[in-house]
């Protein structure tokens, strides 16, 4: 039941978000919301049936075949681009927008330097700039920082170009197409590929094969066993009050992280509101949680607290355009990482949670990797033998000590203890706001070297030595362990 009333009051309000994300985002948007919240309904990785094998020295359909159609769908003009045969599919339109995105200065110079996109075409899609971010704490203070998420970033205009160099280069996009189960033979790999109607099962099957299979389904893959996870819900709305004040929105400033209300649900509630053209803002609402925690109907019930709660963050008479949702997979570094089976499939983006786990900045995460995450994968289909894991993307120093952090946020404290998350994260954030602006954008960007988070750690608990006490009580030894070994691997590395 929510913190709303009655059960019945709550399956009213479930019905009514139901119909504010038709309404702004039509059946087909609606469907793929549905679709993620029944994936939940079995987190335990399920892959599909398995094709037959490719026996030796067949000849493959396509070098590569990424499964995923979202952001991930800008690694395949570059790898077209390096002369190979690339083929996207997705059970819904390869390049829909489902999130906005915000970027910094580094990931809008990424993008450009990929070579994907001019410069001039970046800075088109670059549709509002800030003048510094805000982090706000109920009860506690604000803290503004400069140079993190300060662009943000047309995500349907970026993904759109993205699709249409992808056109032009030759890579086949198969739209409304699920990939059902694959399987590994010596040389290539089997897939098999049904078309997805819309709030239907697939179709029968029928193969494809490629040299490499790219997992890019996000929370969807049967291999996303990342032992976080952050649903998410809100979009792009109008209507909400401009000016000065904590309830009313800055067009030239970008609140990244705000709370309005100490633990609810057994859950610490997050919201972000990123300003975009004229007159919109796209506005989050998300929590941490444990994978094993997140159950199927979700974000549907997310999407009824964002509604009912809208107006204790803004003012205003807000009207959403735009729905944008998701979860969001987390690796606290506390456990195994997500992998996938063999060695032609490869994991990218959320399937491979490689982003960081407290940020989760998934977008910032991609792109600065790109180039390199294009060049790994087109060694991969020319290499197949050579040893690598099967997720590309690197590991920031930081994200040692930061999955704790995240793993911690997970667990809030409850009843009599609900407001010490609230009382922690004002804690932490002074002393981020007092190291420096360097520093605190630092680990907001996933950049901070491992001697000034454990500076960080430790004035954290000078200040608030019952810190002590919260991580004892929501970690266990174990992973309380596992934390200082991956603290003091990176320490010793950055000698």
Known sequence: MSAGGAPGSAAREIDAARGRVREAGGDALLARLEHLDAVRAAPAPRPG???????????????????????????????????????????????????????GTAEVAALSASGIFARDEIERLVIARYVEGLCRWHGGGTYPVRGVLDHAIDAAGLLAAARARAEALGVTLLDGHALLGHAEGPDA?????????????????????????????????????????????????????????????????????????????GRQHLWEAFPGRPGETTVY?????????????????????FFRLLSRYKEGDARLVRPTFGFIPGWSRLSAAPRAPGRRVRLVGDAAARHSPLTFCGFGANVRELAATAADLARAVREPGARRTSATARDAPVHSGTGALAALMAKPAGGARAGEMNALLDTAFAVLHAMGNDAYAALLRDEM??????????????????????VVSALPLRAIGRWGAGLARELYRAR
Not at 75 to 81: F, G
Not at 189 to 206: D, S
Not at 451 to 470: C, I, S, W
């Open 49 to 103: 049936p398995s094709p037959r094998p490719p026996d030796r020295g067949a000849t493959a359909d396509y070098d590569v075949v990424v499964a995923g159609g979202g952001l991930s769908l800008l690694l395949a003009p570059l790898l077209a681009s390096a002369g190979l045969r690339v083929a996207v599919l997705d059970r819904a339109r390869i390049g829909a927008a489902h999130r906005e995105w915000n970027a």
């Open 189 to 265: 790999v089997a897939l098999a590929v049904a078309e997805a109607q819309p709030g239907a099962a697939p179709r029968a099957p029928r193969a494809l094969s490629a040299r490499l299979l790219v997992d890019a389904r996000g929370a969807a893959s049967p291999y996303a066993t990342a032992d976080l996870l952050c649903p998410t819900v809100g979009g792009v709305l109008t209507g909400l009050s401009e000016g000065d004040g904590e309830r009313r929105i800055r067009p030239d400033v970008g609140e990244i992280l705000a709370t309005t209300e100490d633990v609810e649900e």
């Open 285 to 305: 609402l998300f929590y941490y949680a444990r994978s094993g925690d997140v159950g199927p109907g979700a974000l549907l019930s997310l999407y009824a607290r």
């Open 449 to 470: 070297q491992p001697a000034d988070f454990v500076r960080f750690l430790r004035e954290t608990a000078a200040r608030r030595p019952e810190v002590y006490r919260e």
